[in-house]
């Protein structure tokens, strides 16, 4: 049997895997605080080990932390799975379907791109937060290959760029 600790890593690893979308932090410190596995301390020590070791990944977005499974993080929970009991991993997926609908609207990270009157391809990149636009930013791209380009990355790369544009502009 694993340790305390590595157990409640595991259950944090698990329930990223089988969540549709990304977990915030109050989603996860909700399921095992409620099941009193563990305490607040403990949990975000979890979680910042997690995150350290890159197993997963955090992002901040107007105060809520968001965590996805990294692709080394589910190797390594492959490998552990077999650790967590049938009983747990039956909570997670029961925990998840009752509260999984409501994520999938918390971020939204639409890109679309258009063709301006001068005949330009312009990106409109948005994040948009519980209906209320975070960012919106439109670029003229050097190409229609290029705005695809943007277009595709968005989704992966809005996190950081409006990190980096918050951070330049405060």
């Known amino acids: 049997?694993?340790?305390?600790?590595?157990?409640?890593?595991?259950?944090?690893?698990?329930?990223?895997?089988?969540?549709?979308?990304?977990?915030?932090?109050?989603?996860?410190?909700?399921?095992?605080?409620?099941?009193?596995?563990?305490?607040?301390?403990?949990?975000?020590?979890?979680?910042?080990?997690?995150?350290?070791?890159?197993?997963?990944?955090?992002?901040?977005?107007?105060?809520?932390?968001?965590?996805?499974?990294?692709?080394?993080?589910?190797?390594?929970?492959?490998?552990?799975?077999?650790?967590?009991?049938?009983?747990?991993?039956?909570?997670?997926?029961?925990?998840?379907q009752s509260h999984g609908g409501q994520r999938q609207e918390r971020i939204l990270t639409p890109a679309d791109y258009y063709t301006t009157p001068q005949g330009a391809h312009a990106v409109r990149c948005q994040i948009i937060e519980k209906e209320s636009t975070v960012l919106d930013l439109t670029l003229v791209a050097p190409g229609k290959e290029a705005a695809q380009a943007i277009c595709r990355n968005w989704p992966k790369k809005s996190q950081e760029i409006y990190e980096n544009l918050m951070g330049e502009l405060i």
């Open 1 to 96: 049997m694993a340790e305390p600790f590595t157990t409640y890593k595991l259950i944090v690893l698990y329930m990223a895997k089988h969540a549709k979308e990304t977990l915030t932090n109050s989603q996860i410190s909700e399921f095992i605080l409620d099941r009193e596995y563990t305490d607040y301390f403990q949990l975000q020590k979890v979680l910042s080990e997690l995150t350290e070791t890159e197993l997963l990944r955090k992002r901040t977005i107007s105060n809520s932390s968001y965590y996805e499974l990294t692709g080394e993080g589910a190797k390594t929970l492959s490998y552990f799975e077999k650790e967590l009991s049938g009983e747990i991993k039956n909570e997670i997926k029961e925990y998840l």
